[in-house]
């Protein structure tokens, strides 16, 4: 069964350092997104991306954070320069249609920020 | 807009019970609706999905779940729980309006099976 591919697992950073989290949808999907999920919490939205731009953003998402999909088949989430309530699971998701097909969730990359 | 409640943190049911755990949901329009698993420390699995048609779903590991528009519910069940169901279950809706919908999750609950 095809999957959401992301990497690292884990990544400990400093904090103020740049990280890119990567992760490699199902092949032919068209919808990507990045949640997170603070320890003990719930499954937050970030963004929506599709057609080579962000469709939704949460609150969450500012300035410090950004997407990108570089090539045919990456999708990258940039933390410009990390805090220590930026550590996190982040999952990266994808699907062919938004709803009705479900929503495909990779592995996720915990990021600890020290 | 769209949101999820589950009520409760954590279930402990006795391995062979039944298992129920609580969802309901808030939606402008139709919903998708969505049950997901993670095992610890894990990703996010897909157990099951109502979208159209039949409202009682079946997911994967015995589990299913019935869509009651009436009470915005979505209810997930288990005739008989096992060792291995020990986990936490999201219940999630996103919007049926042919845009790209986002996911919105509850807050998840902590399923304990004794022995």
């Known amino acids: 069964e095809p999957e959401v591919t992301q990497t690292p697992s884990h990544q400990v950073t400093q904090m103020g350092q740049e990280v890119i989290l990567r992760c490699v949808p199902i092949s032919n999907h068209l919808y990507f997104y990045w949640y997170r999920q603070i320890l003990g919490q719930k499954v937050e939205f970030l963004v929506s991306f599709y057609n080579n731009e962000i469709s939704e953003k949460s609150e969450i998402f500012d300035d410090q954070f950004s997407v990108e999909r570089p090539d045919g088949s990456n999708f990258t989430l940039k933390i410009r320069s990390t805090k220590l309530e930026d550590s996190a699971m982040y999952f990266c998701a994808s699907t062919g249609q938004p709803g009705s097909y479900g929503y495909t969730f990779g592995s996720g990359t915990r990021l600890t920020v020290v | 807009a769209q949101s999820v409640t589950q009520l409760g943190s954590h279930v402990s049911v006795s391995e062979g019970a039944l298992v129920l755990l609580r969802c309901n949901y808030s939606?402008?329009?139709?919903?998708?609706l969505f049950w997901y698993v993670q095992y610890p420390n894990q990703g996010l699995q897909l157990l099951l999905k109502y979208t159209t048609g039949a409202t009682l779903v079946k997911g994967i590991n015995g589990f299913e779940a019935e869509f009651k528009k009436s009470e915005t519910s979505f209810h997930l069940t288990k005739p008989s729980a096992h060792m291995s169901d020990a986990a936490e279950y999201f219940c999630a809706v996103s919007l049926n309006t042919g845009a790209n919908s986002k996911l919105t999750f509850g807050k998840g609950i902590t399923l304990s099976v004794r022995p």
């Open positions: 939606s402008s329009v139709p919903p998708y």
